[in-house]
């Protein structure tokens, strides 16, 4: 089935990243954990983003407070886990997440283009860029229209999986996110390049949920 909300097909990049107080969205994570010496781990839990209220800073930009909340269970009630923020700029969208800012998108939205999503902070330089805009997404049978994924890394060898990516749809946000890094076998000649997971972990996270509190 197609998603509820069928934005035109002209949308506006700032659609991507739809923000408002009382807004909410609530995310399905899945973890698998792997060792060498142990069968995978799984785990599976749920995250629930709500902006709570927004203010001026300094500048008189407008600053909107994140309070990020996980549980287990749908019967269990919600526990504050982290506090964040975000700003909507006008050629970016920059969240800050543990103190550190992040460039999350750059404007306007356009294939194959590049942005250092380090570019406020002190880390390394991290070039990220748009893939696939206008393709629909579908998950667990529900079609999102005229997504753009953004690709974080993408690097993959006979000894290590890196791949990390989010896919983002107009009026929803951020709809999935994947985080791929496993590091391969590599102890004997006999088992490189057989995709033999050492070490590692895989994490998928999914919208299924997304409505305004007041």
Known sequence: MRCEKEPNPQVSDYQYFPIAVGQYQIYEVTDINYTISSDPIYSKYFLKEQISESYENQA????????????????????????WTTQILTNKVVRTENNVDIIKLFFPIQTAQFWNKNELNSFEVQKISYQDKGKDFKIDGKVYLNTVSVMIKNDSSLLSKNKNFEVYAPLFGMIYQENTNLAYCQ????????????????????LVEMGLEK
């Open 60 to 83: 008189s930009e407008k600053i909107y407070k994140i309070e990020r909340f996980k549980r287990q269970t749908n019967a269990q009630s919600w526990k504050i886990d982290s506090v």
């Open 187 to 206: 102890t004997t000649p006999a088992c490189v390049g057989k995709g033999l997971i050492e070490y590692g972990r895989e994490q998928k996270v999914k």
